[in-house]
């Protein structure tokens, strides 16, 4: 039986949780697939990460990303401090388009703040679609970019009838 307020609707909690349980996980995404394959969209959501390596295995540089529908986002990027300026960002933002490049994808997205360099990403070609400013600290401004692919097809993150 469920507990009910005076109003007669049912009584719910809100946690906040720092990861969620496994269990939760699957039982969203699959409920979430569901919702998106009866709709003849593919969720496509993968997890991946490019990481730069010198000829000792040493790692210089990291790109975490992932999927989603049609389109790739870039979580963080990050180059060890004592390698910046080196061209290792472009490298890394470089070898991302190229593992993607024909396979259908749309598009490639990230955003960062004002004291991450927002410049930069323009020099690597992708295009600031709109800023987000933080009134009280313009360091955490935040500015959104995309870059295109020039494929003529998409198919990615859409689902094919059989």
């Not at 890394?92 to 593992?99: G, P, S």
């Not at 998409?154 to 059989?162: A, F, H, K, W, Y």
Request: net charge neutral; aromatic share 12%.
């Amino acid at each position: 039986m469920q507990n009910r307020n005076r109003a007669g609707k049912d009584m719910t909690t809100i946690k906040f949780v720092d990861k969620l349980s496994d269990e939760i996980e699957e039982k969203m995404r699959e409920d979430l697939v569901r919702y998106e394959s009866s709709h003849g969209i593919d969720v496509n959501y993968k997890r991946f990460a490019l990481v730069l390596s010198d000829d000792k295995n040493n790692t210089l540089g990291v790109l975490n990303a992932f999927t989603a529908f049609a389109e790739i986002y870039i979580d963080d990027m990050w180059v060890d401090s004592q390698h910046r300026k080196k061209g290792y960002g472009r490298q890394l933002l470089v070898d991302l388009e190229n593992h993607f490049k024909g396979k259908g994808f749309n598009n490639i997205n990230l955003v960062t703040s004002a004291f991450n360099a927002p410049e930069f990403y323009k020099k690597c070609g992708f295009t600031l679609e709109f800023i987000r400013e933080n009134v009280k600290n313009s360091k955490l401004t935040k500015f959104f970019f995309i870059k295109y692919f020039d494929d003529d097809v998409q198919t990615q993150g859409i689902l094919v009838n059989e």
